[in-house]
Every structure is written in structure tokens, then in C-alpha cells.
């Protein structure tokens, strides 16, 4: 059974930093990686690693935040520095499994997220 486990989340003032971390179990995982949604907003991509090392970051993190990888601990951290209000979200670790054979894509999972929230 897959199933990734969000952690780290919390309260931070702006300018801060929060790392967090998702423990993936249950399979093997090509890609790692972080989305977040805000109030109101549709969910968008932070960040994906995938097990070869490419990273993908949204323009609006880069310089900001940094994912990273623990393979042998299927673990995946987002390190965010200089947070912002516009930060505030609650973020999804998402990890991306074996292809359906019948719809020819991967399978997708999701944990259950964890709310990070930047006061001014």
C-alpha cells in the first residue's frame, strides 16, 4: 500500500524557514516532488526530483527553496528560505509510481498535505 507522509509544516514569520519532509512507502518512486494550494487557488508544482537528479522548480521558489532526496529512505525534504506570506499554503507531498498499462502514464499519489502558513 502507498502511502506518503507529510511533516513540518507549521507557523513561521516571513523571512523564516520551514523544511519539510515526506516519508514515501509502499513502492518505488521515479518521481518526488511538492505542490502546494492556496485558499481559493488551483494546486500548482513547487517541486519534483526525480531519481536521476532532475530538478524542476516553479520560478516563483527558485533561489528560495531547494528539494533534495534521501533514496535509501525513499524521503523527500523541501528546504524554504526567505519565506513569504504569498508562501501560505497547504503543501502536498506527490510521488509519481510504476505506468498504467492501460492508460500508458504514471500513477499518481498524494499525501494528505501539511499547512505551512507565513505571518507578516
Known amino acids: 500500500q502507498v502511502q506518503l507522509v507529510e511533516s513540518g509544516g507549521g507557523l513561521v514569520q516571513a523571512g523564516g524557514s520551514l523544511r519539510l519532509s515526506c516519508a514515501a512507502s509502499g513502492g518505488i518512486f521515479r518521481v518526488l516532488g511538492w505542490y502546494r494550494q492556496a485558499p481559493e487557488k488551483q494546486r500548482e508544482l513547487v517541486a519534483t526530483?526525480?531519481?536521476?537528479?532532475?530538478?524542476d522548480y516553479a520560478d516563483s521558489v527558485k533561489g528560495r527553496f531547494t528539494i533534495s532526496r534521501d533514496v535509501p529512505k525513499n524521503t523527500v525534504y523541501l528546504q524554504m528560505n526567505s519565506l513569504t506570506t504569498e508562501d501560505s499554503a497547504v503543501y502536498y507531498c506527490?510521488?509519481?509510481?510504476?505506468?498504467?498499462?492501460?492508460?500508458?502514464?504514471?500513477?499518481?499519489?498524494w499525501g494528505q498535505g501539511t499547512q505551512v502558513t507565513v505571518s507578516s
Open positions: 506527490y510521488g509519481e509510481g510504476a505506468i498504467n498499462i492501460i492508460t500508458g502514464r504514471p500513477i499518481g499519489y
Open positions: 526530483l526525480t531519481l536521476g537528479g532532475h530538478t
